[in-house]
């Protein structure tokens, strides 16, 4: 079994020599990324196809130019790697897997630098990047597994100023825990951000109330302040730090929960939601993005694949709350602000709790009949597959 790579991620302290060539790095790497997808945007217009090889010749060129010879003074690895990150995003364009590569913004787009082997050293826990003399002030949050190498180094600094790097190698700690029986159906929510099949509910922490307050108050003051000048960059930075407080905070809770739902159950059944349509729900939109429902649903399937546990997602059409989960009767309405309610057989239920369990006894019947982690939007009957298994997967949940 190959070992799985996980990156690494620290917080560091660069001295003023390394900040500012940290900054020029950023500045280069986002330079040559907008010129050569200008380029390859211009080829693309006259029906020429220009690949990574062709990109790098251009750089070769355009570091020859008395304009552009500055390109020259920082690392040319990072630049290398910006071309080969434009070439993914080419890829995955042409694969439909997202949409046509855009320009890097100067104050918008997130300043990181990627160093590849030749372009750092590692020894006896200091790491010096190309160009640098001192090797770097790491706080080491936490240890590298024994004897690991990083195969990347990637630094990057945020909207509020912090310095990171991450270290990308291979962790021989991780694999797959023993297999066990237990499975869960889970349902996100608002009220509670998640309810199990097993009735427990887990509250919903709400990051960004906390801290509603503070933030008002430092945007108010933000706004205040005159275009371009330095009290507006402080005010800016001191607005980033409280957002950066609200995702440290909601992204180290997600961690802590998906990792105890991964070690407790070999499947998690999930809904696949369409959360960036339900976003645009202006009444609703700032709990869900405080939720972080994607984020959760992505750390539970990366964290499944490395421990051998399973992830299914069930059709997002499929009527989990208003269907009877012990006799499989579907209601005719059910208005979000009804949270329990009493079937035609007599049984009364949570509406959440209920949810969790059709989605659990569903997620069985989509694995029994082959369907993936993804559900298929369209299968030859012109049904998902948990559309298809709805009846049988939901009519007496307790003998499944």
Same mark, same amino acid.
């Given at each position: 079994?190959?070992?799985?790579?996980?990156?690494?991620?620290?917080?560091?302290?660069?001295?003023?020599?390394?900040?500012?060539?940290?900054?020029?790095?950023?500045?280069?790497?986002?330079?040559?990324?907008?010129?050569?997808?200008?380029?390859?945007?211009?080829?693309?217009?006259?029906?020429?196809?220009?690949?990574?090889?062709?990109?790098?010749?251009?750089?070769?060129?355009?570091?020859?130019?008395?304009?552009?010879?500055?390109?020259?003074?920082?690392?040319?690895?990072?630049?290398?790697?910006?071309?080969?990150?434009?070439?993914?995003?080419?890829?995955?364009?042409?694969?439909?897997?997202?949409?046509?590569?855009?320009?890097?913004?100067?104050?918008?787009?997130?300043?990181?630098?990627?160093?590849?082997?030749?372009?750092?050293?590692?020894?006896?826990?200091?790491?010096?990047?190309?160009?640098?003399?001192?090797?770097?002030?790491?706080?080491?949050?936490?240890?590298?597994?024994?004897?690991?190498?990083?195969?990347?180094?990637?630094?990057?600094?945020?909207?509020?100023?912090?310095?990171?790097?991450?270290?990308?190698?291979?962790?021989?700690?991780?694999?797959?825990?023993?297999?066990?029986?237990?499975?869960?159906?889970?349902?996100?929510?608002?009220?509670?951000?998640?309810?199990?099949?097993?009735?427990?509910?887990?509250?919903?922490?709400?990051?960004?109330?906390?801290?509603?307050?503070?933030?008002?108050? #430092?945007?108010?003051? @933000? /706004?205040?302040?005159?275009?371009? !000048? +330095?009290?507006? $960059?402080?005010? %800016?930075?001191?607005?980033?730090?409280?957002?950066?407080?609200?995702?440290?905070?909601?992204?180290?809770?997600?961690?802590?929960?998906?990792?105890?739902?991964?070690?407790?159950?070999?499947?998690?059944?999930?809904?696949?939601?369409?959360?960036?349509?339900?976003?645009?729900?202006?009444?609703?939109?700032?709990?869900?993005?405080?939720?972080?429902?994607?984020?959760?649903?992505?750390?539970?399937?990366?964290?499944?694949?490395?421990?051998?546990?399973?992830?299914?997602?069930?059709?997002?059409?499929?009527?989990?709350?208003?269907?009877?989960?012990?006799?499989?009767?579907?209601?005719?309405?059910?208005?979000?602000?009804?949270?329990?309610?009493?079937?035609?057989?007599?049984?009364?239920?949570?509406?959440?709790?209920?949810? #969790?369990?059709?989605? @659990? /006894?569903?997620?069985?019947?989509? !694995? +029994?009949?082959? $369907?993936?982690? %993804?559900?298929?939007?369209?299968?030859?009957?012109?049904?998902?597959?948990?559309?298809?298994?709805?009846?049988?997967?939901?009519?007496?949940?307790?003998?499944?």
């Amino acid at each position: 079994m190959t070992c799985v790579k996980r990156a690494y991620r620290y917080r560091f302290y660069p001295t003023d020599a390394q900040a500012a060539e940290l900054s020029r790095t950023f500045g280069c790497v986002r330079k040559v990324y907008n010129m050569a997808l200008a380029a390859r945007t211009e080829a693309w217009a006259r029906q020429e196809r220009v690949n990574y090889n062709a990109t790098s010749a251009m750089l070769t060129a355009w570091k020859k130019t008395e304009e552009l010879a500055y390109l020259n003074e920082v690392s040319s690895v990072p630049l290398q790697q910006a071309l080969r990150h434009l070439q993914v995003a080419f890829t995955n364009f042409f694969g439909k897997r997202a949409k046509y590569p855009r320009f890097k913004s100067r104050k918008k787009s997130r300043k990181s630098a990627e160093y590849t082997t030749s372009a750092f050293r590692f020894r006896d826990g200091r790491l010096t990047l190309a160009k640098m003399t001192d090797p770097l002030d790491i706080v080491w949050s936490r240890s590298l597994p024994e004897g690991a190498k990083p195969s990347t180094v990637t630094v990057s600094q945020d909207s509020a100023g912090r310095w990171f790097v991450s270290m990308l190698c291979e962790d021989p700690g991780i694999k797959p825990l023993p297999a066990t029986d237990a499975a869960v159906g889970i349902d996100v929510g608002l009220d509670h951000l998640l309810t199990l099949s097993t009735g427990e509910k887990i509250a919903n922490p709400r990051h960004e109330r906390r801290d509603r307050a503070r933030l008002a108050l #430092a945007q108010r003051r @933000l /706004a205040k302040k005159d275009k371009g !000048s +330095a009290n507006r $960059a402080k005010a %800016r930075r001191k607005v980033a730090k409280i957002h950066a407080r609200i995702a440290d905070r909601r992204r180290d809770a997600l961690h802590k929960l998906t990792t105890r739902l991964v070690r407790e159950n070999q499947t998690l059944v999930i809904e696949d939601l369409t959360v960036r349509n339900m976003v645009k729900n202006r009444t609703l939109a700032r709990a869900i993005s405080d939720a972080s429902w994607s984020e959760f649903r992505g750390m539970l399937e990366y964290k499944a694949a490395w421990y051998g546990r399973e992830v299914i997602a069930v059709d997002r059409f499929f009527p989990s709350s208003k269907l009877c989960s012990h006799c499989g009767t579907l209601a005719d309405k059910l208005p979000l602000h009804v949270r329990t309610w009493t079937c035609d057989c007599g049984t009364t239920h949570d509406r959440d709790v209920n949810a #969790a369990k059709n989605l @659990l /006894a569903a997620g069985r019947a989509v !694995s +029994a009949c082959g $369907a993936g982690v %993804r559900p298929q939007r369209r299968t030859p009957g012109g049904q998902s597959a948990t559309k298809q298994e709805t009846h049988g997967a939901t009519r007496g949940v307790s003998r499944l």
